[in-house]
């Protein structure tokens, strides 16, 4: 297998350094970097998708999609806030500790944490 090293300066001054299995020269490291500044956008997607459902509606009328969307957005923004307030906790907790990794806001657990009561208080039956 070939594989293509980028490195490029990110607009803090830091340097980052990308693998990939994309070897076709005609994609330039603009692109890459375009798509590096890009991932947490589709990060976000991907939680919408297939953490928080976004596209399993509990009805079928207008008002119940719309109603699971504003639900499933507002939930995506407790789910941030939360992470948001842990992370400093989590931060102070690993200090002066020799952790191989970082830890982080397990976003799946908080996503479960979240998801039933939010739902559950928020979304009306469509046969009421």
């Known amino acids: 297998m070939k594989l293509r090293v980028i490195k490029f300066i990110l607009p803090g001054r830091e340097i980052e350094t990308l693998i990939t299995d994309l070897t076709d020269k005609g994609i330039d490291i603009k692109a890459f970097q375009k798509l590096f500044l890009r991932w947490p956008i589709e990060t ?12 399993n509606f509990s009805g079928r009328t207008s008002d119940a999609i719309r109603q699971d969307y504003y639900i499933t957005a ?3 923004n407790m789910i941030s806030a939360a992470a948001n307030e ?13 952790n191989k990794y970082n830890y982080q806001v397990n976003r799946n657990h908080a996503a479960g944490v979240f998801k039933g009561p939010i739902h559950n ?5 469509e046969s009421s």
């Not at 976000?44 to 596209?55: A, N, P």
């Not at 842990?86 to 020799?98: F, N, R, S, V, W």
């Open 44 to 55: 976000k997607y991907g939680e919408l998708k297939h953490k928080l459902e976004i596209e």
């Open 121 to 125: 208080g928020s979304v009306k039956s």
């Open 86 to 98: 842990a992370q400093p906790i989590i931060d102070t907790a690993a200090e002066g500790k020799d």
């Open 74 to 76: 507002f939930l995506t």
